[in-house]
C-alpha cells in the first residue's frame, strides 16, 4: 500500500470534490496525507486523514474577481491572487512532502505554487481539476466566454478568429506571473499556460462527455471521471419532512463573489409558484433575505436530501454544484456570475440538461421563465446523470491514480 500526499486551495468544493476520492483510496488501504484550509482540517482527520492546515498566508489571500465586469480584469486579478497564493503553497507544499515522505502525490490545480513544487520533486503525481479546463481544441469552441459551439463554415471561422483573442489574455495576464514563480522554484518556464495541464503525470478531471464537449484531442494524462461528490454527513431538517410542494433548490458560491442577488430575485420571482424554494448562501448571510411565504434561505444545508425532492436547481453555474444536480437528474438554470460559470451554463444548455440566464439579464420575469424552461427538460438531466454513473467516479479518480501512479 502506498502513502498519498494530496494538497488544496482554500476552496470548498475543490476539498469536497477531492475527498471522495481520497475516501476511495483510503478504503482500499493506502494512507493519506491531506494539507487544507484549517477549518477543515478536524472533519478530514474524523475520516481518518493524517490531516494538518495550509499555509495562514494562504487562506489569508482571497479572491477579488467578482468586483470587476471585465473578463480582462477578471483574468488579471484571479492571476494575481494565485500568484500570491503560489509565493506561500509551493514552499507549504515542500515542507509537507519531507514531513510525510510521500509516495504520490495529489494536487489542486488552482494551487499554482504547490503544481510547480510537485512537479520539482519528481516523484509521480496527479493535478485535480474540478471546473472546466481551459484547453484549445479545433473540436470545441475558445474556452472564456461561453461561447456555443461551432456550426458550419461562420462557426469554424469565429472560433479561427476569437480563438487567439481569448487565449491571448490569458497567456498575457498568467503565463509571466506563473513563469515568475516557476524560475524561482528552479524550474524551466512554460511556453504556454496549456503546458501547465502536460505536466502532471495524472490529470483527473472530474466531469465526463457529453456534458463535457467531446473532443478527439484529449491529452493522454487525462482521464475524465465524471463528477466525486462529498459533503458533510448530517441529518436532513425537520421542516424537509414537513415539505410535501415540488422543491426549488437556490444556491449561491461557496467562495464570496457578491451572487446574492441571484436569491434576492429568484425568492421573489418563484414566490407565487406551487414550489417549496430553499435557497443556501454558504458565503452570504441568511438574515439578509425576506424570504416569502413558501421559501426559506439558510447558509447551508445538506444538498443530498433537498436534490432528491426538487424539480430543478436555480444555481451560480459553479461546476460542484450544477454537476450534483445533474447527477441526480434535477434539471437546472444556471446564471453565472463569472469565471468557469459562463462555461458551466453553457454546456448545461448544449446539453438539453437545463437553461441559461447570464447575470446582465437576470430579471424576477426572465428567472420564472427560464425555471418552467428548465423544469421542462429533465429528460436531457438524466441523459447526464446516466453518463456521469457510466463514468464511475471516485472509484475511476482512485483507479487511474493507483494504475498510473502507483
Not at 136 to 162: C, K
Not at 225 to 241: I, M, N, Q, V, Y
Request: aromatic share 6%; net charge neutral.
Amino acid at each position: 500500500m502506498a502513502r498519498i500526499l494530496a494538497y488544496t486551495s482554500p476552496a470548498r468544493s475543490h476539498l469536497f470534490s477531492l475527498t471522495s476520492i481520497l475516501d476511495e483510496l483510503h478504503r482500499r488501504g493506502h494512507e493519506i496525507a491531506l494539507r487544507t484550509f484549517s477549518s477543515h482540517v478536524e472533519l478530514m482527520q474524523e475520516r481518518g486523514f493524517e490531516a494538518a492546515p495550509i499555509g495562514a498566508q494562504v487562506e489569508a489571500i482571497e479572491t477579488d474577481y467578482w468586483r470587476v465586469s471585465s473578463p480582462r480584469q477578471s483574468v488579471r486579478r484571479s492571476a494575481r491572487a494565485f500568484g500570491a497564493r503560489a509565493e506561500h503553497d509551493g514552499p507549504d507544499l515542500q515542507r509537507a512532502i519531507a514531513e510525510t515522505s510521500p509516495d504520490a502525490l495529489v494536487v489542486d490545480i488552482n494551487s499554482w505554487g504547490a503544481l510547480i513544487a510537485a512537479e520539482e520533486w519528481g516523484g509521480p503525481w496527479a493535478a485535480l481539476c474540478p471546473f472546466p479546463l481551459p484547453l484549445r481544441s479545433d473540436d470545441a469552441p475558445p474556452f472564456g466566454p461561453g461561447l456555443p459551439p461551432a456550426r458550419g463554415l461562420p462557426g469554424r471561422m469565429r472560433d479561427r478568429v476569437m480563438r487567439p483573442l481569448v487565449i491571448g489574455i490569458v497567456e498575457r495576464e498568467m503565463r509571466p506571473a506563473l513563469n515568475a514563480i516557476r524560475e524561482r522554484m528552479g524550474v524551466t518556464p512554460v511556453a504556454t499556460m496549456e503546458e501547465m495541464f502536460a505536466r502532471p503525470t495524472l490529470l483527473l478531471y472530474t466531469t465526463a462527455e457529453p456534458f463535457e464537449y467531446p473532443r478527439r484531442d484529449w491529452p493522454e494524462n487525462l482521464v475524465m471521471t465524471g463528477p466525486c461528490e462529498w459533503e458533510p454527513t448530517s441529518e436532513p431538517p425537520l421542516w424537509l419532512e414537513q415539505t410535501h410542494e415540488p422543491l426549488v433548490l437556490v444556491n449561491t458560491s461557496s467562495v464570496f463573489q457578491d451572487d446574492g442577488r441571484l436569491v434576492q430575485v429568484a425568492l421573489q420571482a418563484l414566490a407565487d409558484e406551487p414550489v417549496r424554494v430553499v435557497a443556501t448562501v454558504p458565503a452570504g448571510e441568511p438574515t439578509d433575505f425576506q424570504p416569502p411565504a413558501n421559501a426559506r434561505v439558510e447558509r447551508f444545508v445538506p444538498h443530498r436530501p433537498l436534490l432528491e425532492r426538487a424539480i430543478c436547481a436555480v444555481t451560480h453555474g459553479g461546476m460542484g454544484s450544477t454537476q450534483k444536480a445533474l447527477a441526480r437528474g434535477v434539471p437546472v438554470c444556471v446564471v453565472p456570475f463569472g469565471r468557469d460559470q459562463l462555461e458551466v451554463a453553457r454546456r448545461v444548455e448544449v446539453a438539453g440538461a437545463g437553461t441559461r440566464l447570464p447575470a446582465a439579464r437576470l430579471r424576477t420575469d426572465r428567472l420564472r421563465d427560464k425555471v418552467h424552461q428548465a423544469i421542462a427538460r429533465r429528460d436531457g438531466a438524466q441523459r447526464i446523470a446516466a453518463a456521469f454513473a457510466a463514468a464511475g467516479g471516485a472509484s475511476a479518480a482512485a483507479d487511474a491514480v493507483e494504475q498510473r501512479l502507483l
